[in-house]
């Protein structure tokens, strides 16, 4: 009888931490888990988010190796990174992407951190994904592109994109605005079928007296847009 009292305990004791850990149905990320596979049952990086939920990273993240941090294969997902800085391992052969969202996934946000020393870029987004949102993202010091969105209708918005060999491109449609682009190599912002407002691109492509953004078909101004020192975007 004790011997089974004392296992019933054990099993109480272990339901209750984790629902204890799921209290608010977040899933959460940190350097241990990412390492030991708990998510995806691949040990190590990326960390790959291929069931609909919300995740919260709770700690800063160091990818070692010349991979990239997240990969993003499903649709109704929420990747909060909390603050925190997901930061790659830098100069490699090999390119490395913070943030991958990948294949005809909806509806899906990545928030709030800071992404830096990838490689390819921050965030990367193939065209087959539809109506994604890219919110208060602090993108530094990548190689390629800080933010590459190539699908239709997505949101980035509140986003800083500082020190990458190129800002931001989006296209072929949606929405960009109170985001700002600074000291990138190439241009600040590219941007192609979208409706944009409220931008601040300066100090992108060798200086203010060169051009910061690079628009193209279909793009409409909804709100003024400031280049260089304040100039108007063309």
């Not at 987004?125 to 990548?142: E, K, P, S, T, Y």
């Amino acid at each position: 009888m004790r011997i089974l009292t004392a296992a019933g305990l054990a099993l109480s004791l272990v339901l209750l931490a984790e629902l204890a850990l799921a209290v608010d149905g977040v899933v959460e990320i940190n350097q241990a888990s990412a390492l030991e596979g708990s998510l995806d049952g691949a040990p190590g990086f990326p960390v790959r988010i291929e069931q609909p939920g919300s995740y919260r990273v709770t700690g800063n993240l160091e990818v070692a190796t010349f991979v990239d941090a997240f990969r993003i294969t499903s649709s109704n997902v929420t990747l909060d990174l909390n603050g925190f800085e997901i930061r790659g391992a830098g100069d490699e052969p090999a390119g490395s992407t913070g943030v991958w969202v990948e294949g005809a996934v909806r509806n899906v946000e990545v928030r709030n951190g800071t992404l830096s020393n990838f490689t390819s870029g921050g965030v990367f987004v193939d065209g087959a994904a539809r109506g994604l949102r890219f919110i208060g993202l602090r993108v530094i010091g990548n190689g390629g592109t800080g933010m590459q969105i190539q699908s239709e209708g997505s949101i980035v918005r509140d986003c800083t994109l500082l020190n990458n060999a190129f800002g931001m491109r989006v296209f072929p449609s949606g929405l960009v605005t109170g985001n700002l682009a600074l000291d990138n190599e190439g241009f600040g912002m590219r941007l192609q079928g979208v409706a944009w407002g409220g931008n601040v691109a300066a100090q992108n492509n060798g200086g203010n007296t060169n051009p910061q953004v690079i628009l193209t078909s279909g793009t409409s101004e909804i709100a003024p847009n400031f280049c260089g020192t304040n100039t108007t975007c063309p």
